[in-house]
């Protein structure tokens, strides 16, 4: 497996970072890769519409993976921000600024795995473009 996982360094929380678990097995249909077995997460599909972003935000119960799907998605993770392309993987600790955009013209998609408590009403808004 290639590594393309962004290096942000890890929480001290006692929540386990995901990317020493993740793996690929080949077969003879092509390959999959295993992001979890047995853990305690909640799983999104989430799709960013051309010149979007979701809200500046943190979380005090949960830590995130993404994995990105389909287009170069721009990642805000703390201090830094790149544009995160389709296949890399991106941690997100508990407790980091976070946000996802889309500077692209088409529709972008990442796959989200939340570890810890799973609570809408966690989300902290630092910025929103849409006065939530």
Do not use: C
């Amino acid at each position: 497996m290639t590594d393309r996982t962004a290096d942000v360094q890890a929480p001290a929380e006692a929540l386990p970072d995901p990317r020493e678990g993740i793996f690929t097995v080949d077969r003879p249909w092509g390959n999959f890769q295993q992001f979890v077995s047995n853990e305690r997460v909640t799983v999104k599909i989430i799709t960013v519409e051309p010149g979007h972003r979701l809200s500046l935000q943190t979380h005090s119960h949960r830590g995130e993976f993404w994995q990105v799907l389909d287009v170069p998605i721009e990642v805000t993770v703390d201090e830094r921000t790149w544009s995160a392309a389709p296949g890399e993987a991106v941690w997100v600790p508990v407790g980091s600024l976070h946000r996802m955009a889309n500077k692209g013209d088409r529709p972008g998609r990442l796959l989200e795995i939340a570890y810890g408590d799973f609570d809408e009403a966690d989300i902290v808004r630092l910025e929103d473009d849409y006065a939530r």
